[in-house]
Structures are given as structure tokens and as C-alpha cells.
């Protein structure tokens, strides 16, 4: 696929226009704009611009409002949750905030074997997850691409117990439309690529050398997916590379380019902050580091511009940030993370993973507090199964008919996780939270949740409407 600036979404010049006309606008015009965001029709750039100049400290605790709102309106209580699997940290590229940069001497490299991914998920499932990110460098072994084909049959081939993966995800390397073909035809449920930084100089300065160093290529992977079939995707940006609000008025313009191509944007938006990672003295001391009251305040214009989007949030970030971000616009989270290949087997290795972690707790630690924060922590794949994604999943989204099915199988992914693998604490927590939750149903979506919750009672397992 040509790749020239015609090809390419990102056009600065009307970046900075709109950065350069934006200003601090009178605390009427905010709250318009805020009242607009509440119909969940999302924001315009000039809408998002405005919005990141809001410091007033009653104005930001109106725009975190809005965002509490529209994240509830549409996704409810529900977080759902997942682990990264990183099969490989070999990448011929040179990025120089990433561990994994081709000519860092001091990173561990590692393909990890099948039998020895076998053994990674194992621990997964055994720890209660269901769904996974396959995650790799942007290298593979001598068996080049068909190693991650062959590493997801494995990762779906492994069962124990009562568990098993129910759906990967992906986030590898840009691939051609074959490839995405390939790639699609395994049962990914989602494939994610960031874009690290959209400002060309400075993504220029960070990749030194490798096939990323095209920003061309990389910037119009998702087109290719799309083009393949492939209508889940996950777009993101590294914070801490460039001026946050330059890549939040950029990240609008790829999402734009998307639904007017493809009519439909990304499923899903990743929030990561640069955090240190051994070798990289950039990673240690970000360029444009962003400050924990900016962070909390892109999460929430994130959900007023695109509503229907999904935020992930991973545990770069801290348990208390974390926390911040779930009310203000965060539906998806990692937990019990490693970022090394063989890491839930061997115990993290930094000497081996991508970057340093922020939140260390395992999986039944982070449940039990999502739990006791009044969330439900959600286990559930079925939308990819039962084929709601792309335009079909926002064909109900948007009416507000996919809570129908999201409250209620949450609820019973919830409960089989509270059954098999909960520690005696979670499981109380746990219990109480979905009373709770079937509480604040409607008659008939209760009446569905509990006969889940009674099939699961009764031993059936992946009990999904």
C-alpha cells in the first residue's frame, strides 16, 4: 500500500491551527461544551482543544463529572479485565524510550518456545483470566511470521481445570493485508498497534533504525487491517514523547480517517505513559513528561470525545491511578501483568520485560479492589463470539442496547471467576457486589442475570447471552 502524505491521516498544519486558535474560553462556553458531551454524540477538535486548557479547579471537577457520566451511561460498572503475554522480546528496530531497541546490550533476549508459552497460559487460566494480549518485539525467530500464528493456536489450545483463553487479542508489528488476513482467520479478537508519537519529527528522533522507522507504514496499519477484515482494532500513543495535547487533537484525526473510510473507528484506546525501562536514558527522563492532574484530565476528555470507545489502562500505571481513571472514562485493565517473556512462570525479570511496572498486585488483589470500589470486574468475551464488533457492535452500542448483554454476562464471568479461583476475601467482596449489582437491574435484565448465575451455580461454565 503506498504510504505518501496523501495516504497518511495525520495532518499537523491543522493540528497546530487548532492549538494555536484554542484559548482559555469562559466557563459558560466549557460547560456547553460539557452539556454537548453528555448526549453522547462525542466532540469536535476544537471542542477537545478547548477542554485542555480547563485548570479551574470547580470547572475540572465538572468536566470529570461529564466523564463519569458518559462512561456509566454507556459501560456502566463493568471493567473488564486481561493479561498481557509477551512471547518474544527479540525486534530488529531501534526505538530509543523501548527496552526491547535492537542494540540495547544490557535487555535479556527470549522467544519463548510453544511448550513454553503452553506453560505461560497455563498459569493464566490457573490464575482465573479469559482473555489475553499476545504481545511481541517486532522481530520474530528464524520461523519469522507464522511464529505468532502458531503461538495463538497454542494459546487456544490450552485448557485446565474449568479455564481457558477465550479470546486473544493481538499487538504485534504492521503487518501487509495477507498478513492481516492470516492473523484474522486464528480468531483474534482485537489487534492493537500504537502509534507511539504522531508528531513526525519527534517519531523520527525516537526511531533510529528498523522497518518502524516509517512512520507511513505504521501509521496506516489499521487501514490495512480493516482492508483484511479485521474491524476491531486498538489505536494508542506513548504519553511522555510529544505535547499530550498534540497527540489527543492527532489520535481525533486518525479516528476521523477511519470512520470516514471504514465507517467505523477504533474499538478500543490505550492511554500508556512512558515509564523507565533498562537502557534507555529517555524512558528514565520523558521529553514531555505528563503530570497525574493532565493524565486524569486526557482520560476524561477521551471519554466525552469518543464515548463508545473503549480506554484501556495498564499497570504502567499505579494502583491509586488506576483508580482515579476508572471512574473517568477507563473500561478495559491489565492485571497481574509481566512484560518479560516467561515472566508468570519465572517471576518478572526487568532485566527481560519491555518497561517497569506500576502496579505489582496479582489478579485477585486487583478484583477484590475493583470490586470494593463498586465495579464489576468483567471476564467476558462473548461479543466476539457472537459476531458484535466493528459496526455491529456500535449498531447497539449506541442505542444503548449492549449494556443488555455486557451487565449481565459481566455478572456470570464474574461469578465463574468468584467460584474457581477466588481467594475466601474476594469472594465475599465479590458475592455482595453482584447482589448489589442485580439490585440496581431492571426486572427483566435481572431475571437474565440470575438465570446465568444459576446455570454457573449449576456448573456450566462460559454462560453468555
Same mark, same amino acid.
Given at each position: 500500500m503506498n504510504t505518501d502524505s496523501e495516504t497518511i491521516p495525520i495532518q499537523e498544519e491543522q493540528i497546530e491551527a487548532v492549538l494555536d486558535r484554542s484559548s482559555r474560553l469562559a466557563a459558560a462556553h466549557i460547560r456547553e461544551i460539557l452539556a454537548k458531551a453528555r448526549e453522547l454524540h462525542g466532540l469536535t477538535m476544537v471542542d477537545v482543544a478547548a477542554l485542555m486548557h480547563v485548570s479551574d479547579?470547580? =470547572?475540572?471537577?465538572? =468536566?470529570?463529572? #461529564?466523564? /463519569? !457520566? $458518559?462512561?456509566e451511561e454507556i459501560y456502566g460498572k463493568r471493567l473488564v479485565l486481561f493479561a498481557p503475554l509477551y512471547i518474544s522480546n527479540l525486534c530488529a528496530n531501534e526505538c530509543v524510550y523501548c527496552a526491547f531497541r535492537a542494540r540495547n546490550t544490557a535487555l535479556k533476549r527470549r522467544a519463548l518456545t510453544q511448550e513454553e508459552i503452553a506453560r505461560e497460559v497455563t498459569l493464566l487460566v490457573e490464575s482465573g483470566h479469559k482473555r489475553i494480549l499476545l504481545v511481541a518485539g517486532e522481530s520474530y525467530p528464524q520461523e519469522g511470521f507464522s511464529y505468532v500464528l502458531k503461538s495463538i493456536e497454542t494459546i487456544y489450545s490450552v485448557k485446565s481445570g474449568n479455564g481457558e483463553i477465550r479470546r486473544v487479542n493481538a499487538n504485534v508489528a504492521p503487518l501487509t493485508v495477507d498478513e492481516f488476513k492470516q492473523l484474522k #482467520?486464528?480468531? +483474534?479478537?482485537?489487534y492493537q498497534l500504537f502509534q507511539e508519537t504522531y508528531h513526525k519529527q519527534t517519531y523520527a528522533k525516537c526511531h533510529l533504525g528498523g522497518k518502524k522507522a516509517d512512520y507511513g507504514w505504521r501509521v496506516s496499519a489499521m487501514d490495512r487491517a480493516m482492508e483484511a477484515g479485521i474491524d476491531d482494532v486498538g489505536i494508542g500513543v506513548l504519553f511522555g514523547l510529544f505535547d499530550w495535547r498534540f497527540e489527543l487533537l492527532a489520535m481525533m484525526q486518525h479516528i476521523h480517517h477511519l470512520e470516514?473510510?471504514?465507517? $467505523?473507528?477504533?474499538?478500543? +484506546?490505550? $492511554?500508556? /505513559? =512512558?515509564?523507565? !525501562? +533498562?537502557?534507555?536514558?529517555?524512558a528514565e527522563h520523558p521529553p514531555h513528561a505528563v503530570a497525574d492532574v493532565d493524565f486524569r484530565k486526557l482520560v476524561a476528555i477521551l471519554r466525552l470525545a469518543v464515548p463508545y470507545t473503549g480506554i484501556i489502562m495498564s499497570t504502567r500505571e499505579t494502583a491509586n491511578i488506576r483508580r482515579e481513571t476508572f471512574a473517568l472514562g477507563v473500561s478495559q485493565i491489565s492485571a497481574g501483568s509481566r512484560t518479560n517473556p516467561g515472566g508468570y512462570v519465572e517471576d518478572e525479570k526487568f532485566d527481560s520485560s519491555q518497561f517497569q511496572l506500576g502496579d505489582h498486585r496479582t489478579l485477585d488483589e486487583v478484583v477484590r479492589d475493583v470490586a470494593s470500589l463498586g465495579y464489576i470486574p468483567s471476564f467476558c468475551t462473548a461479543c466476539y463470539r457472537m459476531g458484535r464488533t466493528g459496526a455491529d457492535f456500535m449498531d447497539l452500542a449506541k442505542p444503548g442496547k449492549i449494556t443488555d448483554h455486557c451487565d449481565v454476562n459481566a455478572v456470570s464471568t464474574f461469578l465463574e471467576y468468584l467460584t474457581d479461583y477466588a481467594s475466601p476475601e474476594t469472594r465475599a467482596a465479590g458475592e455482595q457486589r453482584i447482589q448489589e449489582a442485580l439490585a440496581g437491574f431492571t426486572p427483566a435484565r435481572r431475571a437474565i442475570a440470575q438465570k446465568l448465575i444459576d446455570d454457573v451455580k449449576a456448573g456450566k461454565r462460559d454462560a453468555f447471552v
Open positions: 479547579p470547580e =470547572l475540572m471537577g465538572e =468536566l470529570f463529572d #461529564a466523564a /463519569r !457520566a $458518559v462512561k #482467520a486464528t480468531g +483474534i479478537g482485537t470516514q473510510k471504514f465507517g $467505523v473507528g477504533p474499538h478500543t +484506546i490505550s $492511554v500508556p /505513559r =512512558l515509564e523507565p !525501562a +533498562i537502557g534507555s536514558d529517555m
